[in-house]
């Protein structure tokens, strides 16, 4: 039992008022409440854990969407662009600088393509000049023609050089990133 005491005045007199109850029954309230906490508190947790793992989830379906999208971009495929969702937050800040970069690299490889054409180019043509005149010079039994050719040659050679030259000089640039 719990007794508790109190004295009151009353015209002139003074009473005392004792009120007791027993302490079982606030036990058992502790213990109500502390067998909910239990019970709850792991039901609790496990809602909390499974609306974050449900909205973490959806969050990230649109990271997951551009990721899939790009890994499947190769050489072959560099038209492919990324659906920019309309809901203008990260995700769209990420698929328009994801299609900004996919443009570049477009750009970079269209680029690339001409310079390789336009560099075979310029190496065939020297190439051919040299083994015509190589050709010649080895079928031809007359010193003045063959000095001609032999002259050409080296010129070809030179020119060759120069194109390897400059060829080499803008790798060099490339891999340094001059």
Known sequence: WKVVTTAVASVGQT?????AIPIRTQRASVQTVALLLLAGTPLLLAAVAVAVWVLVGRALRSVEQIRTTVAEIDARAL???LDVPQTRDEIAALAETMNAMLDRLQASDRAQRAFVSDASHELRSPLATLSTAAELAGRTTDEE???????TINAELVRMRGLVADLMALARADAHDV
């Open 79 to 81: 038209t492919a662009r």
């Open 15 to 19: 009473c005392y008022v004792q009120v």
């Open 145 to 151: 023609v063959r000095t001609r050719l032999l002259g």
